[in-house]
C-alpha cells in the first residue's frame, strides 16, 4: 500500500525518534540493567562498549534488515509478507520479557497511529496478529512518508538514546559520560545501518548468547528499575 506524501519528512523523523513518543520505551533497558547488576556494566567505557556490540551485533545483523523488509512489504501493498516479518521478529525474542516489551510498545505505537491518526498504518496493523514494535514503526514512518533510510535512522536514534538513558539511571553515569558515548557512536551506528540494508534474507542472525542470558536473569531479579 502507498505512504501518505509527507510535506515535512525531517519533522516527521524527528518525531518518530523522539523519546518523548509515548510507546514506553523508558521502562526498557534490554538486558542492560541486568549486565550492570553483574558488573558487566560498570562504567562509561563498558557501557559504551555494551551498547555497541549490541547496535553492530543483533540490531545490524537482524532488527533493522527486518525493519526495512517490513517497510518494503508495507510499499508493496504485501500484507502477507507484512504479517510473515513481524511473526519472525516475535519468534526471534529469546525471553518472555522481551516478547512482552516489543508487543506492548508495538500495541502502544499502534493505538498513537489511530489517535495521531494514521489511518493507513493502523489500518494495516489491526489486521496484524501480536503486533511487535518494528512491524508498528514500519507502518507509522511509511504512513508519514518516510523512506526506508529514514526509517532505519529514526529506529536506531530512539533505541541509541534509550540505551544511553537507561545506563544512565542504571550504572550510573553523568549526562556528559552519556553525550560521549552518544558522539561515538556516530560512525558505528552509520556502519551498522549500512550493513542492515545489504544483507540478503537467509543472512539474517538474531543470537546474540550473552544478551539473551542477561534478560532471562533480569526476569527474576529482585531489585530492578526497568522492565526488561
Not at 67 to 87: M, P
Not at 128 to 154: I, M, Q, R
Request: aromatic content about 6%.
Amino acid at each position: 500500500m502507498p505512504s501518505q506524501p509527507a510535506r515535512h519528512a525531517r519533522a516527521a523523523l524527528l518525531q518518530l525518534a523522539s523519546p518523548l513518543l509515548p510507546v514506553g520505551a523508558f521502562a526498557y533497558s534490554q538486558g542492560l540493567e541486568r549486565a550492570v547488576h553483574d558488573g558487566l556494566v560498570h562504567d562509561a567505557a563498558s557501557a559504551r562498549r555494551w551498547i555497541l556490540d549490541a547496535l553492530e551485533g543483533p540490531l545490524a545483523r537482524f532488527e533493522w534488515p527486518v525493519l526495512a523488509r517490513l517497510c518494503a512489504a508495507y510499499a508493496a501493498g504485501d500484507a502477507e509478507a507484512f504479517a510473515a516479518w513481524n511473526e519472525r521478529y516475535l519468534a526471534s525474542r529469546d525471553t518472555a520479557e522481551l516478547r512482552a516489551e516489543t508487543r506492548q510498545m508495538g500495541d502502544s505505537l499502534g493505538l498513537l497511529a489511530r489517535d495521531l491518526p494514521l489511518p493507513v498504518a493502523s489500518g494495516w496493523l489491526a489486521c496484524v496478529e501480536d503486533v511487535t514494535l518494528p512491524a508498528a514503526f514500519a507502518a507509522c514512518a511509511s504512513a508519514l512518508g518516510l523512506s526506508t533510510g529514514d526509517t532505519l535512522a529514526a529506529s536506531a536514534w530512539g533505541w541509541l538514546e534509550n540505551q544511553v538513558s537507561a545506563a544512565l539511571k542504571a550504572v550510573p553515569l553523568g549526562q556528559v559520560a552519556g553525550q560521549r558515548i552518544l558522539l561515538a557512536a556516530h560512525e558505528p551506528l552509520e556502519r551498522a545501518l549500512a550493513h542492515a540494508t545489504e544483507l540478503d534474507d537467509d543472512e539474517l542472525v538474531s543470537a546474540a548468547p550473552g544478551l539473551a542470558l542477561a534478560s532471562a536473569l533480569h526476569e527474576t531479579q529482585y531489585s530492578r528499575l526497568f522492565r526488561s
